[in-house]
């Protein structure tokens, strides 16, 4: 079945500097990848998604790579704010399935 | 937009009881629907896949009597659990798809179910 691993499990930067989360895939057919914000008490938020067709988006300050040859995919934020701590987790669409996998998370804390 | 809302937002109920959560897609047609259940500092964990109009696809290990899964129109799907017990203690999501073209899913704000 599916795996989607995701490093590091936590993660503290200073504000102003880059956060790099990472994580990794088993389908291969896999071609939807979306990266979700979970703040404390809330459901996930899509804040970035790329499609295997291309292999960078950008929006603002959050960019995400895909390498569909190696199987990963990281989420970079810059200039990174306090309202940037939260938990975030990668995921990836179990094509063959039609379901999306999750990873295991990274929670990011913003220091001031 | 893309809202999904949850009802309610935190119950909690007796042992032997039943619970029934409501998700709903305010602005779109959900042609279908997932249920997740998280533990705290974990990962969500799929529970079940529904879709309007048919039974739910549920995963391995799911208790599909346990958890019943109700997706009656493109904006509202439910899950009752059902004699719930202190180990279905949890915070349950539901996620909106808005059709097999789209990959998209949309989350609701969860429920945080606590079983005494």
């Known amino acids: 079945g599916e795996n989607v691993e995701q490093h590091p499990s936590t993660l503290s930067v200073q504000e102003g500097d880059s956060a790099v989360i990472k994580c990794t895939y088993s389908?291969?057919?896999?071609?939807?990848f979306p990266w979700y914000k979970q703040e404390l008490g809330k459901g996930p938020q899509l804040i970035i998604d790329i499609r295997s067709n291309v292999g960078e988006k950008k929006d603002q300050r959050i960019a995400v790579t895909l390498n569909k040859t190696a199987k990963h995919f990281s989420l970079h934020i810059t200039e990174t704010q306090p309202e940037d701590s939260a938990v975030y987790f990668c995921a990836a669409l179990y094509s063959s399935a039609s379901k999306i996998i999750f990873g295991s998370g990274t929670r990011l804390s913003i220091r001031p | 937009g893309a809202v999904v809302s949850q009802h309610p937002s935190r119950v909690i109920c007796k042992s032997g009881t039943s619970v029934k959560i409501e998700c709903r897609s305010l602005?779109?047609?959900?042609?279908?629907m997932f249920w997740y259940r998280q533990f705290p500092k974990q990962s969500l964990m799929l529970m079940a896949t529904s879709n309007e109009g048919s039974k739910a696809t549920y995963e391995q290990g799911v208790e599909k009597d346990k958890f019943l899964i109700n997706h009656a129109s493109l904006t509202l799907s439910t899950l009752t659990v059902t004699s719930a017990h202190p180990e279905d203690s949890s915070f349950y999501i539901c996620?909106?798809?808005?059709?097999?073209?789209?990959?998209?899913?949309?989350f609701g704000p969860g429920t945080r179910l606590t079983v005494t």
């Open positions: 996620s909106a798809s808005k059709g097999s073209n789209s990959y998209e899913q949309y």
């Open positions: 389908d291969s057919a896999s071609n939807y």
């Open positions: 602005d779109f047609q959900a042609t279908t």
